[in-house]
Structures are given as C-alpha cells and as structure tokens.
C-alpha cells in the first residue's frame, strides 16, 4: 500500500474482467478509494475482500448508472466485447457528465478506425470520437494484443509442446497486459493527461514463432508454433460455447493481423510511466510456472 494516497474516489468498469480487474487491484494495492460497477456480485467476492465497494449495474441499463457514479471523482471505463459497445459507451458517457466527474479514462482496443471491418473495432473507434467530443475532461487508454492471450495455450504447451495459433507469421505489437493497467492507473491517480490519447503496445512487433521461443526459453522445453486454419479456430471457439457473433469479431481480428493489422508499437507506455515496456521473454518469464506447473511447484 502506497503512504500517501490520491485522496480520489474511483469506479472501475469491468473489475471483474481481465483489465478492470488488474487496475482495481493496482489501485487497491496503493489504498485508494475503489468501487467496481459488476453484473453480478458473487463474481466480485475478492475485489471485495480486498476493499473494494461493489455496485451491481448494467451499462446496457442507464437507470442503474447513476448510483455507482455517485460521488466519483474518476471514471474507467471497459466494455466487453458484445454488439452494444457503442450505445454502452454514451450510456457511460451521460452518466459521467450528470455525475460531474473529474476524469473519464475510455479503455479500448487500439488500431480500430471509424470505417473498419471489424464490426466491434468500427464500434470502438465511434466510441472514441463520442468520449472526445463528450466535453469531458477525458484521457483514451489505447491496448494491443494482450501476451496474456498465450496462456490460453498453456494445456497445448504442457502436452504438445506447441502453441496452435492462426496468426501465421504475423507481426503484432504484443503487450503485457500489466503494462496497460500500470499506465492507466498512473493516468487515474495523477489526474493527468487530460485530452490525451496513447496506444500501449509492446517493444516490438512479434511473431507467435517468437513467442513460442520464449516460452521454450522460460519452461526449459522445446515449444514450436503450430499453425492453423482460420476455419479450424472458428470452429474451435463455437464449440467452446462462444458466441457466435463474438466469434466473428475474433476471426475478424486475427484475418486482419495476419495483413498486417497488429504491425504496430510505439512508446506511450514509456510517455506515461517512465519505464521500458515488458517484453515478451519478459512475460514468459513470469508465467513460465502456468505453461509448466512443475516450475510453479519447484518454487515454493
């Protein structure tokens, strides 16, 4: 726990996910004042344990907004991906502006544009636009890729020795997931940035061949990249019980990597936080213990 607190009040959107999950706990960790907006509140039991105010809301429900803004200095917004990302946005956005907060931070995928194919990302970017052109005081949170995708091949890695992937040889400017939140939490707790909007990516554009290597290095084990037909992923993730429109939006998303989509890195994590970005050796490093649990049991 940090000494010396912001004195702010925060609410945190999606604390029960993956990037709303790490910025709540950050924030927690340096003792500030947090409340989670969630669904449901039996999936929130730690964010609880650890502090946090649990608000049950629904941003498809704007009646239910304006309880969990009440009395917020900060707002962070994530949504899931779903086809209502853009009305959830202007929900978030209006309850925001009748609340009278400080600082709107909208977390989003980056690279998306106003005309793209990918219907969620066209979905984003007007999201975007919306959030600059709200009169909020705003700062937009651009994340890459997540390398915390790749733990979903840990089962593959443990039995296998491979990575299955329909990547190909794409470049993708990867980012630790850490690093999104850490940047995000310094642009809450700092108030600053205000009209600003960076892209947190990676150090490099990566291939999942490079990733692979990683991992080999981190577990001690020879790992290769199995590539595999965008059909077969397809089919993959619809058997998994995923939606099938959010199935789309994935396909969507790595046809677009393998042109090209994800080539990008810049230095914004560097701009807001002062230090170098993880890379990906980095990352496998950390998890090697998940991707091999004979590491994770020889450590304790």
């Known amino acids: 726990m940090s000494d010396q607190t912001s004195?702010?009040?925060f609410l945190i959107f999606g604390g029960t996910g993956l990037a709303g999950g790490l910025v709540a706990q950050g924030l927690l960790e340096r003792g500030e004042s947090v409340r989670c907006l969630v669904r449901d509140a039996s999936k929130a039991a730690a964010l609880k344990d650890a502090g946090a105010e649990?608000?049950?809301?629904?941003?498809?429900d704007p009646s239910s907004l304006a309880p969990a803004f009440e009395g917020i200095d900060s707002a962070f917004l994530v949504t899931a991906v779903n086809p209502n990302v853009?009305?959830?946005v202007r929900n978030g956005i209006e309850a925001a502006k009748n609340a009278g907060v400080s600082h709107f931070i909208r977390y989003t995928p980056g690279m998306a544009t106003e005309d793209d194919r990918i219907p969620v990302a066209k979905a984003h970017a007007l999201g975007e636009k919306e959030v600059a052109a709200s009169g909020l005081p705003y700062t937009i949170v651009k994340s890459h890729n997540y390398m915390q995708g790749q733990l979903a091949n840990a089962a593959s890695v443990q039995s296998d020795g491979a990575i299955?992937?329909?990547l190909g040889d794409a470049r993708?400017?990867?980012?630790?997931?850490r690093d999104a939140a850490e940047a995000s939490i310094e642009i809450l707790v700092s108030g600053d940035h205000v009209g600003k909007s960076y892209f947190i990516t990676g150090p490099a554009a990566i291939t999942i061949d490079e990733v692979a290597a990683a991992v080999s290095k981190a577990v001690g084990k020879d790992v290769s990249h199995v590539d595999v037909p965008m059909e077969a992923t397809r089919e993959a993730f619809l058997g998994m019980g995923i939606d099938p429109w959010v199935v789309d939006q994935y396909i969507g998303y790595f046809t677009e990597f393998r042109n090209g989509y994800g080539?990008?890195?810049?230095?914004?994590?560097t701009k807001v936080t002062g230090r170098p970005s993880r890379t990906i050796n980095d990352f496998a490093r950390d998890f090697a213990g998940v991707f091999n649990p004979e590491l994770a049991?020889?450590?304790k």
């Open 164 to 166: 299955y992937s329909p």
């Open 86 to 88: 853009l009305q959830q």
């Open 263 to 269: 080539d990008v890195v810049t230095d914004d994590f």
């Open 172 to 177: 993708i400017g990867m980012m630790d997931l």
């Open 54 to 60: 649990i608000v049950v809301g629904d941003l498809d």
């Open 297 to 299: 049991t020889a450590a």
């Open 7 to 9: 004195g702010k009040s």
